[in-house]
């Protein structure tokens, strides 16, 4: 997609071929400001500290750092604890898992001198299949948002929580691709956009990529979609997927499940979008993925730009107060109507991944 | 109840007679000032700016404009203006319009020269009867905290949206006079509060009240009530009620409906504390309910305290980016466990609420 106008990914090599470039997340939508990662341990900080978040997004992240591990040194001993370091980071999404395998793999039996090379290719073609599969994504969502206006003559309704738009990915999105397709096609779309505490990456990354984009929308509290579907406000909830498990229940922001609850109470289509690295093929209950206990600082603290137009952090909270910071919920597979992935849309069920994914059946995991 | 082990309540007439001070609900947890509110100006600007909210304590605020309008000038031209001024503050809580009522009521056919003192007494008598409601609230509550500890063995885990302490009524709350009562007999009590964007009225107002009273409690964001209670990790949702119509469908602070809906699927009771003042006779079905709209600035600043202690305002969102800021919903009473009155507990429709105001029966409205 573009920012002012230009065409703009993630995350890129840079110029040099010694590093790797991303957007710094936590400064937006105040300020675009860029990082280089020369390191692994700047990669594995970047994940931490999500400059870059969004499963796709990370895991490609995780791919370039195993990269700058080669550059320095590419012994197994080496590798093998960067990927244990990167692993690390963030313990909810599959992706990070997936990428690291992917690189493993690639990397199995090429000699050492020639491992950096191999590592940067293959990370370079992890970031273009991601990018290939969110188009793809775009391209089996928008029928959706298409057949609603058909319906209703009106602008689609969307609800959208949390970021999963290009940000969260190399390119396009996840639950976003649908929306910036429908829309450069001419289907009129508003989106709902869900603050999203505690991080607040509805307000501060779907918001401003829909408005570089110039996509109709409005942020609301977390709170308001139950009373807008209630209303009959929204024709549409769409979402990302962190982790999708072989059943279909689906790993995503915390409040994703308030969400899907509400729409099923007041008949509001509910689609999953995710390409096939969130899926993780060895888990059926999504109660067993582990849900990530983020800092409390992040719900102590917001950050914004002062009347002055500089960065500051502000404590909403009396210092004595205890806080809980989960920041991912499951929602399970039967209050999902539908997942939309690379391959196509199926439902949310065993039955539904397999037929788009036979290979996974074959395996027998 | 207490704050620096000083017995305080919300609104309390001057010594010298002539205005009423409140507590600046705006400023807390940071800052405990009080204010002075000598005119009707004064007190329409304290009910429209949030500086006390809280329908009971609207009610009883309101009730004090009319006393010092009187003061000015008892005419009835200039209360009549008075009281629509005050209704016009805030749409959804009908406490407002029923306290402006029992003013009237006390003012009929009383001569212009003694209706001050009379206006006075009279806002008087309202503010004792809600902390008299709101103690019996706290009396028909407890037993529902202390026969789930009787059966877990455990501290009794509930969680509140919003406000309902007494810091929305004029002392004790209503969700929270239950949980405040069976602390202080010895029930172990952990109260979740949601942080309830975009005021933030759980993070600044309830934490900042449980905290004072020393109970328990931890902050959460409002996104993570759905996964608590899926994780059994809730015991009890006890909230209060801006307005409850007839057959005790219920309109609160926005979010409130998620909040039921997931206790619906969880099978965690979700109970709703209110004193009568809060029931709208007229109201079947609370889709007729008017929802206040609020200015969008309310979810684009978050307003707290910097690193060096002042209180600073910092924007989180896009500048070009809409927002939508409903205030209240709608919990339909089929969502609702049950009801906790001044007069006891009873079942959310129109035959619980009658068994309990068998008055209002009998008038046949």
Not at 38 to 49: K, P, W
Not at 160 to 183: K, Q, S
Request: charged fraction near 20%.
């Amino acid at each position: 997609v573009r920012v002012d106008g230009r065409p703009t990914r993630t995350i890129w090599p840079a110029d040099d071929g010694r590093a790797v470039e991303i957007i710094d997340q936590t400064r937006l939508p105040h300020v675009f400001a860029t990082r280089r990662l020369s390191t692994l341990a700047d990669a594995a900080d970047a994940i931490r500290s999500m400059q870059v978040r969004g499963a796709p997004l990370i895991g490609v992240t995780a791919a370039y750092g195993i990269w700058l591990q080669a550059l320095e040194d590419a012994g197994d001993a080496a590798l093998a604890a960067a990927r244990a370091a990167l692993l690390a980071t963030r313990p909810t999404a599959v992706d990070l898992r997936h990428a690291l395998d992917a690189m493993a793999e690639a990397l199995r039996g090429v000699p050492p001198g020639e491992r950096a090379a191999r590592a940067r290719a293959r990370a370079g073609e992890l970031a273009d299949e991601d990018i290939a599969a969110c188009r793809a994504i775009g391209e089996h969502g928008a029928p959706l948002l298409e057949a609603l206006h058909a319906q209703s003559g009106r602008a689609v309704q969307v609800l959208t929580h949390c970021n999963a738009g290009w940000l969260a990915t190399v390119d396009w999105g996840t639950a976003l691709a649908p929306i910036y397709l429908a829309h450069d096609r001419g289907t009129p779309v508003h989106v709902w956009v869900d603050e999203t505490r505690p991080r607040n990456q509805g307000a501060a990354l779907t918001a401003w990529e829909l408005l570089e984009h110039g996509v109709p929308h409005t942020v609301v509290a977390d709170n308001a979609g139950g009373h807008l579907m209630q209303r009959g406000r929204v024709d549409l909830v769409l979402v990302g997927s962190d982790r999708t498990t072989a059943r279909g229940d689906v790993c995503n922001k915390i409040g994703t499940l308030q969400k899907a609850l509400a729409a099923r109470e007041y008949r509001v289509p509910f689609h999953v979008a995710l390409p096939a690295s969130t899926i993780d093929w060895t888990l059926e209950d999504g109660a067993q993925i582990p849900i990530e206990e983020r800092s409390g600082d992040e719900l102590r603290r917001v950050s914004g730009r002062t009347p002055g137009g500089e960065l500051a952090t502000v404590e909403i909270l009396p210092a004595g107060s205890a806080v809980a910071n989960p920041a991912f919920d499951v929602t399970p597979a039967h209050l999902v109507t539908g997942l939309v992935t690379e391959r196509g849309r199926c439902a949310a069920s065993r039955e539904g991944l397999l037929s788009l994914y036979p290979e996974r059946a074959a395996q027998g995991s």
